[in-house]
């Protein structure tokens, strides 16, 4: 087909029609199979050829397996659109599964298979179960991934036919190839839940020589979930795969890896000495095949020496870059350096690191300056050799190198704040800002002004460091005169945050030198209305002043007690998660696959399947939803309504609640008036969207700029509650998700209005980064329809608050509505205001 030569036409499609229903093409087989080529390749091509369904449904009963293959292939692209037509190709089908030769019945059961329509599955049964016991080793492989073709579409049937079984008893096949595609679908149908006994895995085993690279893949992974009864057993094992630590094929290395490390965890000891078993063979990979294969291997690497940093620090030098190697090569081979780097080899890491400083590529010069940060706030023996390098980094005259070089000296001085008091001599003989013999670090920070630093990471580095340490930096004041003056030209907020707290602690250190210029840069960011946290914190700043002095000392220059351990440099969450995907595409993006693979294609049931199924159980709440809607905007209730006349129940009751509530708070809003000297009480409004059902008082606009002397006459807030924290490691079925969405009485429900479209895919990803976790998702006319759930953290014995949702966007509305279940009542409010929040934080609603 590659040689075929296609121009497309008008009419061409109505041409191949009257081409294929030609008597005299049907009779000759060479000019059929070229009119059948045409029509692929128009649809390889992306032109719609649907219109020739029927006529190329007839030429299934074609002898030449050429044109059968070709037909079968334009039969499974267009089922879906012509699910009734396709039911005409069933017999053929049928026909094929039981031809002589047995490359037509495996062809024929694969396309059977790929049809993937709900109308034939009562006709699919049958040839799955009887190509699991052809004779042939292709039909045999065809027909166990074809179990789990027939599972995605009917899986209640699967697991009552005893099918399972069926393929479970291929896991012990004469041919490898149909013992792999066996455990692969038995992986995907169980969801790598099943035990894995000790018979199958030394079947397993002893035959591995005899799979192909991929097979063995397969069959490594079904092993790494195995645990053996006992030590000696685990050794076995190790000892029986010591020689696929030496394939060639880097997948077989890695899967082995998984193997080993899952086998010893239980034993400290052996476990490290696994990783010094592993450190040869996986050098050898990283620069014995592709770059790609290496970049891969790096990322396990990485992963592994986050573990067993001591492992890899003796072999440092295969991390070095070389000047051909593509930058994410080089980036992952900086993450390494980091991680490998001990009081022995850091000398010769930093000095290799610098010479990445001038690369071509800025991505890769900025990790190196910040490595070089690290590496010296990491290592206490280099912090003073690292802030000499870093203060010769500011003269190379290159800005972004200068900015990462200002980040890099606030990771160091974060770690290590006595450097500013110890002398360094000029790295390369540069002048660092200072005179004579030597200049400080202090005296290099107090000359930042004449360099590059422009970008506001950098900005707001330089403002900590004078705000921390301005008492030893001679040239601080000016340095902040300066920037004070370029305030209302500063486009970032979080650089005028930066120096409103650097200026406010250096006033205390230093109040002759700071007071006049403290005063303007307060004048003006009180009344800066581009951003109203920095508005409100310079009030703060100036109320606490005007307060006590000597408490706003305590407060904002009280000593720190350096931790052990950094925020930055505690191991990842998913560090865990990480190790039991390994040798996955998990490792390459860092993240659990739960976090980045859809949930349609996932284990869970497909996303239209479980919203219809769901369709039922969500109506009652969808009758109380929408008479709750009637009386505002949102409402909780201890208990599910139950039809229509229960929600209108539910809706008085919650009325009349309200109107107490509102009673009770005029009269707070009176009591609170005439606290404050106003003229009357002010009506009540209440709270859009709110979960608890309360309504909120308006209160009078308070002057945060009017006279600071008079004590504040309202009463102190109420503590917040606790923050609820949910945990990551929740796992719903969708059976278990509708039982319990039908059985459970507490709910909860809210509205919130947005103004732009909105893709699920972003929603699914935002609210799956915070822990609350897609069950489906699916379109249903102009409406998202979406199907959460989530766990708090247990408290002590008692299991966490499972909680349920149904998110609608509706897109034709501009409205986004949640119902919220739980059994947990209490808990229910304090999930409902999270993902409202959460969601708003996604969808952008409107103000």
Not at 84 to 93: G, W
Not at 301 to 310: E, N, S, T, V, Y
Request: proline letters at 5%; charged letters at 20%; aromatic letters at 6%.
């Amino acid at each position: 087909m590659s040689n075929l030569s296609i121009e497309h036409k008008k009419g061409e499609v109505n041409e191949l029609k009257a081409s294929l229903r030609n008597p005299a093409v049907e009779r000759d087989p060479e000019k059929r199979r070229e009119v059948v080529k045409r029509v692929i390749a128009y649809m390889t091509l992306g032109i719609d050829v649907s219109r020739l369904f029927t006529e190329m449904i007839m030429a299934t009963s074609s002898k030449d397996l050429v044109v059968k293959k070709m037909v079968y292939l334009y039969i499974c692209n267009y089922a879906s659109t012509n699910p009734e037509l396709s039911l005409l190709a069933i017999n053929t089908l049928q026909k094929d599964c039981r031809d002589e030769d047995p490359i037509t019945r495996g062809l024929a059961l694969r396309s059977f298979c790929s049809l993937r329509l709900p109308n034939i599955v009562e006709y699919l049964q049958k040839p799955v179960e009887d190509g699991l016991v052809d004779p042939s080793a292709y039909v045999r492989k065809t027909a166990a991934m074809g179990c789990l073709k027939l599972h995605n579409l009917a899986p209640q049937l699967v697991l009552e036919s005893g099918l399972v079984g069926r393929v479970r008893q291929a896991l012990y096949d004469r041919d490898t190839a149909v013992i792999a595609s066996a455990i692969c679908a038995l992986e995907e149908i169980e969801g790598g839940t099943s035990k894995v006994e000790k018979q199958l895995v030394h079947h397993l085993l002893n035959r591995i020589r005899e799979f192909n690279e991929w097979a063995q893949v397969v069959v490594l992974g079904l092993v790494a979930r195995y645990s053996p009864a006992v030590p000696a057993e685990t050794f076995d094992i190790m000892n029986l795969l010591e020689e696929r630590l030496k394939h060639s094929n880097a997948a077989v290395v890695l899967a082995t890896t998984k193997v080993f490390l899952n086998l010893t965890q239980d034993f400290p000891t052996v476990h490290q000495q696994v990783y010094a078993r592993l450190r040869t063979p996986l050098a050898t990979l990283v620069h014995g095949g592709s770059v790609e294969q290496g970049y891969a291997t790096l990322k396990h690497i990485a992963l592994l020496a986050q573990r067993a940093p001591a492992v890899f620090a003796e072999e440092h030098k295969l991390f070095f870059a070389r000047f051909n190697e593509p930058s994410y090569v080089k980036l992952v081979k900086l993450e390494i350096l980091t991680a490998v780097a001990t009081a022995r080899n850091v000398g010769e890491i930093v000095g290799e690191v610098a010479e990445y400083v001038t690369d071509v590529d800025v991505a890769v010069s900025r990790a190196a300056v910040g490595v070089i940060g690290v590496l010296g706030a990491r290592v206490s023996s280099a912090a003073r050799t690292v802030a000499d390098q870093l203060v010769a980094l500011l003269n190379i005259g290159i800005p972004h190198v200068s900015s990462e070089a200002v980040v890099a000296i606030k990771t160091l001085l974060r770690r290590h704040p006595h450097l500013l008091a110890t002398q360094h001599a000029p790295a390369g003989g540069g002048s660092g800002g200072g005179s004579g013999g030597g200049s400080s670090l202090a005296a290099a920070i107090g000359s930042f002004t004449r360099f590059a630093v422009d970008e506001p990471a950098a900005r707001c580095s330089l403002l900590w460091m004078l705000g921390e340490h301005g008492e030893q930096i001679g040239e601080a004041p000016y340095v902040l005169e300066q920037m004070i003056g370029e305030y209302e030209d500063e486009p970032s907020a979080a650089v005028r945050l930066e120096l409103l707290s650097a200026t406010v602690k250096l006033l205390l250190k230093r109040p002759a030198e700071m007071q006049a210029m403290a005063g303007r840069l307060l004048e003006a960011a009180t009344a800066d209305t581009r951003s109203t946290e920095v508005h409100d914190r310079a009030i703060f700043y100036y109320r606490l002043l005007q307060h006590d002095v000597s408490a706003a000392k305590r407060v904002l220059t009280a000593p720190v007690q350096l931790p052990d351990v950094f925020v930055e440099e505690r191991a990842s969450e998913w560090q865990d998660k990480l190790f039991e995907e390994f040798n996955s595409l998990t490792v390459i993006y860092g993240m659990p696959s739960d976090r980045f693979v859809k949930p349609a294609l996932s284990a869970n049931a497909p996303a239209r399947k479980v919203a219809d199924e769901m369709a039922s159980a969500s109506g009652r709440a969808a009758r109380a939803q929408a008479g709750a809607a009637a009386q505002g905007n949102g409402s909780c209730t201890g208990r599910a309504a139950d039809g229509m006349g229960h929600a209108e129940e539910a809706a008085e009751e919650e009325e009349g609640e309200d109107e107490d509530e509102e009673e009770g708070e005029e009269e707070s809003d009176d009591d609170d008036d005439e606290g404050d000297g106003g003229d009357g009480a002010q009506p009540a409004t209440r709270a859009g969207g709110g979960c608890n059902g309360t309504a909120g008082a308006s209160a009078s606009l308070v002057d945060l700029l009017g006279d600071l002397s008079m004590p504040a006459a309202a009463p102190p807030p109420p503590l917040p509650p606790a923050r609820l924290v949910l945990t990551p490691a929740v796992v719903l079925d969708s059976a278990t998700f509708q039982a319990q969405w039908g059985a459970t009485g507490g709910s909860c429900s809210w509205s919130l209005p947005f103004a732009s479209a909105v893709e699920p895919q972003p929603v699914v990803a935002a609210l799956g980064a915070h822990d609350v976790k897609c069950m489906a998702f699916g379109t249903v006319g102009a409406a998202h329809k979406f199907y959460f759930y989530a766990q708090a953290q247990p408290l002590g014995a008692e299991p966490g608050a499972l909680f349920l949702v149904e998110l609608v966007l509706d897109m034709g509305a501009r409205a986004a509505r949640a119902t919220l279940k739980s059994a947990a009542v209490n808990a229910l409010p304090a999930f409902a205001e999270h993902l409202k929040r959460l969601v708003q934080q996604t969808i952008e609603p409107r103000l």
